[in-house]
């Protein structure tokens, strides 16, 4: 729930920032908090990462 909330906040301060700033860079910031967060996941299996990585995208069916 606290990182929903993270998120959130993350996002709403993005968008008001890249709307009183003019600049949509700070729009890809929730975007990469995203990625860097599944990132930090990944990498706490402890499984290799490759293997975690194939493992993830092989659970298709």
């Given at each position: 729930?606290?990182?929903?909330?993270?998120?959130?906040?993350?996002?709403?301060f993005?968008?008001?920032?890249?709307?009183?700033?003019?600049?949509?860079?700070?729009?890809?910031?929730?975007?990469?908090?995203?990625?860097?967060?599944?990132?930090?996941?990944?990498?706490?299996?402890?499984?290799?990462?490759?293997?975690?990585?194939?493992?993830?995208?092989?659970?298709?069916?």
């Amino acid at each position: 729930m606290t990182t929903v909330v993270l998120f959130s906040i993350i996002t709403i301060f993005s968008v008001v920032f890249a709307l009183k700033r003019k600049r949509p860079l700070f729009l890809a910031l929730p975007v990469v908090s995203l990625l860097g967060f599944a990132f930090v996941k990944i990498l706490m299996v402890p499984m290799p990462f490759w293997d975690t990585v194939k493992f993830i995208f092989n659970l298709r069916g």
